[in-house]
């Protein structure tokens, strides 16, 4: 000890003092002295050391077996609240268990066997304590569903739908819930369960609530849910089924029923560990799909239909956000507006949309409907557009206007000149039914753009647009092949074109003051060459079809040469034949659908291209009988004849005569016919006589080369031919 080294250094000091003379036996002492000093501090280094390290193996034994002690705790107290149904003590005990075992791991030596064995356990009571929160969790909402076999496209195949909510009350107070729920989620939030178990039950439950009960709820304006409560037990959700009219279900009505379920205290609660609300984290499962449904199915229908009905909808602007604040205050929803009372608020841009959309539509069914219903058009036919409210400066405008004619009323003109009352209006013609709905849609499409909104009002006016274009496109294609196969059908188109196009110069004007479009926009006069080539094109394509079968007619009749054979003859005759019966059923065809001019000038070239081809083939011909000859002018004569009884464009058959008697105008060669149908009869000096010098009506249809061959053909080489023919000049 320290004392005892002092006791030996005095003593040893003493021993010395008496010598002093001796100095190195002096040192020598001393320095051995030091030496004994340094062993015994080495000594006591050495057991400090052991000691210290004793210590600490002591109190790491003291922390293993309290770790032991709180675990073995722990694990007693688990099982003990587990058995009782205890759920939030059994989580807090089982949570213990394992930071005792965590602690335990955290040791130098994690290999002991105890540790491992330790681990197993708490690993395995934590799935005992999941599984037994997970059959509470399963007895909280028992599902009452339609069989798998059922087709769920009816009323009737939701009315088996049932939801059995075991949430009780005390008999005391029954709006309190049962404690096992909120015990259930406080252990499952404790176990980091309950998010993973929320998300879970938004998967099955929430999946099973929204198929079978809320989407059938917004979809079906019938089906009503009914909640009968079972105190101590829970509620009883079910479908009804009730008499209504509505196609469609009324927002306030589906607002009503959804909140009726979400209304249910099951899952209202607050979790005790971190104070949030189950309704917060199902709201965020199950809000998307429900408010699309929601949107998809009765937002979507409720638009108005027109511009009039937009201030009543506030009504229902007011409805969603009342809806929103309602599953705000159970906590369904958290933060401010979201994509359903967006889209209710948008509901300028959504009814342009719809309206848009279900125009198109409407045009799209009317250009592929049938075209045989027609409507007979007359001069005095006028667009019907409803009396608009006059814009900004329209008084100014009109003062102006009335001043301008009164200036113009006080002038005089020397021999002036009415233009007629049907200057600029449609000729007399029959169009299709369709067509005339479809610009009576137009119009009233163009009408809902008063008073409607600066975006909105374009939108309509392009959709308008959209209607002609689509018309350009579709028709002709979809009723291509019966345009070629019925000239009525054809007829009729080109008229439908020329009624489009005759509105289509001023349709919009009337709208200008209340479209918000630029100066300078063309409204849709830009359309109308486009639809008078349409109509010409569709109505030619059918003349070009109609002339091929008139040719193909005269094909047969051998070139009408050699006719003094009987069976020639007979050929001829029946294809000139089958040309007047052609032109007839074809005057029958468009006979008051055409308009008067386009059906004369119609029927005209067709005569015409039989004729020249008559003209044509007889010209040809180089050797002509007298026998052969005759028989031409029989077959020209049977045109000139019938001809003029094809022109019948009005079915008062006392009015056509007037245009029977213009065929001249209508058939260019119809001169040329009847000449030549006298020189098939007349004598050489006839013919000459009738050249009169090249300023006879023969010189005026024939050249000099056309009438020589003529007369080669008809006569045999004579002095008095070569004397004709030498007559023959201009």
Known sequence: T?????????????????SMEGAEELLDQVESVSKDIDLLKSCIENEY???????????????L????????????EYHRALQEKNYVVAAKQHGKARASVDALKAWKDTELPLVHALSSEITIQRENLTYHLGEEWQKLAVWKLPSTKTVLTSVKSFLKTALH????????????????????????????ELHKKIKLFGKNTFWLLFKYMLKPLIIYPSLVVEVSS???????????????KAEHPDPSQVYTKVLTVFHQKYLNLYVSIDEKKVSEILG??????????????????????????????????????????????MGYLIGDSTDLLKYARNINCHFASKKCQDVIVAARKLMTSEMHNTVKITPEYKLSIPKLPSSSGGEKERKESSKKRAHYDQQSLENEKQLSPNTLCLPVCRISESVQQLMELAIQTLSEVVGSSPQCAVQLFYTVRNIFHLFYDVVPTYHKDNFLKLPHLAAIQHNNCMFIAHHLLTLGFQFKPHLPLKDGVAYFVDLVPGFRRLGARCFVAQMNVQKAEMLE???????????DDEDNYSVASKAIRQVIHQLRRLGKVWQDVLPVNIYCKAIGTLLNTAISELINKIMMLEDISNVDGERLRTLCQTIIEEGPLVFNPLPDENKNKKYQEEVPVYVKKWMTLKEISMVLNANLQEIVDRWAEGKGPLAVEFSCNEMKSLIRALFKNTERRAAALAKIVK
């Open 65 to 76: 077996l309290q770790h032991l002690q709180e675990f073995d705790t722990a694990i007693e």
């Open 553 to 563: 007619r005269l094909s047969t009749a051998r070139n009408f040469s050699n006719l």
């Open 2 to 18: 320290n004392e005892e080294v002092t006791d030996m250094i005095n003593k040893k000091y003493i021993e010395f003092m008496p």
């Open 165 to 192: 909510l075991n949430r009780g009350g005390s008999k005391g107070d029954e709006s309190v819930p049962h404690a096992l729920l909120p015990s259930i989620l406080q252990a499952l939030s404790i176990q980091g």
């Open 230 to 244: 079972q105190p101590e037990q829970g509620a009883v959700l079910s479908l009804q089924c009730t008499e209504t």
């Open 49 to 63: 050391a052991k000691l210290k390290q004793q210590l600490e193996k002591n109190t790491a034994v003291i922390d």
């Open 284 to 329: 965020d499962l199950i809000w998307e799909e429900m408010s699309e449904c929601i949107i998809r199915e009765c937002l979507v229908h409720s638009i108005p239909a027109n511009s009039s009905q937009l201030a009543e909808y506030s009504e229902v602007i007011k409805q969603t956000e009342d809806f929103e604040s309602s599953l705000k205050e």
